[in-house]
């Protein structure tokens, strides 16, 4: 930037603002910046925010923050930086912003880890049949024989990734550390690039087709709209487990439904769509259904991590410093 506390303005849901800035982020914010705790901006068309927006520096955005459009941009004249405590910049920006040469810069690298480490979690959990034994124990508080246990354990498991993003990537790190057989596919990595992240690259067909648990990690663009259509889900061998904590539209929801009702496959979705689903969703009731909403990524404490990542750009620029987490127009074709 660089420049002595630029003035930055927050801009988001002030609901969020508490956990993203704690009080000793909030007192690294206020150092580095000239900002107003108090004042969180909710409309950039706010009459009573007009003054602050046009010697607005830098926007602290988040969950909430309204498009950064050409209406809104002619409203901060001297906006040289947005920094997103949030994942997806996708809804947030658009041409007028990159026309202004705005720097962007995005924490979603933070958001990544706690979506990675559920996904982690759900993997471990179902290679055991977790939640299947938790099922048929509160029903007949029976324990298994050791013929019906014969088919679960996590040695050896084969766990289909599928998009290397951030996401995918973290999931790759973390899996290391366990005996599975790891598979990746995504049409932007090549076999030395998936090797170095520990797993062999396959196309989408045999990915699904080897598997036992396949994990959805790719970016919802047009692309990858219903991805995982009728003739896809029908490639998981039977008994199979899809894991979906990206988003619901890469799946024909009901070709998954069919096949979750009929008890060839079982799932864990943290993502559906509609989202939520309606009530008389039989996914709410199937045992092979493990259905949460949307908890994956960053929640409660963990926002945390997403201000500590903002406050650390913020000081970068200030520095005259590069962000370390820059979101460049290019990049929106392939990022969530």
């Not at 001297?78 to 924490?107: C, F, N, P, Y």
């Amino acid at each position: 930037m660089p420049n002595p506390r630029p003035s930055a303005v927050f801009a988001m849901d002030p609901v969020h603002l508490p956990l993203l800035f704690p009080p000793p982020l909030m007192a690294r914010l206020r150092q580095a910046a000239d900002i107003d705790p108090a004042l969180v901006v909710r409309e950039f068309t706010d009459p009573a925010a007009a003054a602050v927006l046009a010697g607005a520096e830098v926007l602290v955005t988040g969950w909430g923050c309204p498009s950064l459009d050409a209406t809104a941009l002619a409203a901060m004249p001297r906006l040289r930086a947005v920094l997103h405590a949030a994942g997806s910049v996708r809804s947030l920006v658009g041409e007028a912003l990159w026309e202004r040469d705005v720097t962007v810069s995005s924490a979603a690298v933070g958001n990544a880890l706690p979506v990675a480490e559920y996904a982690l979690a759900m993997i471990l959990l179902v290679g055991k049949d977790s939640f299947g034994y938790r099922e048929r124990f509160r029903a007949t508080h029976a324990y298994p024989a050791p013929a019906e246990t014969a088919a679960i354990g996590n040695l050896g498991r084969r766990v289909g990734i599928i998009g290397a993003s951030r996401v995918g990537r973290r999931l790759l790190e973390l899996l290391r550390p366990f005996d599975f057989e790891i598979t990746l596919y995504d049409p932007y990595v090549d076999a030395a690039e998936a090797a170095a992240l520990g797993a062999v690259p396959l196309s989408l067909e045999d990915l699904l087709t080897q598997s036992d648990i396949v994990s959805l990690h790719a970016p919802d663009i047009p692309e990858t709209y219903r991805m995982l259509d009728r003739d896809r889900l029908a490639l998981i061998r039977d008994g199979g487990v899809l894991i979906n904590t990206s988003r619901g539209a890469l799946v024909d929801p009901d070709a998954l439904t069919d096949e979750l009702v009929s008890g060839r496959l079982s799932a864990v979705l943290d993502v559906t769509e509609p989202e939520p689903l309606p009530a008389h969703s039989p996914l709410y009731r199937l045992p092979n259904v493990f259905l949460t909403p949307h908890i994956a990524g960053s929640l409660g404490n963990e926002l945390g991590r997403l201000g500590r990542i903002v406050v650390d750009e913020l000081e970068r620029l200030v520095s005259g410093l590069p962000p370390a987490h820059e979101v460049r127009r290019a990049d929106l074709a392939r990022l969530a």
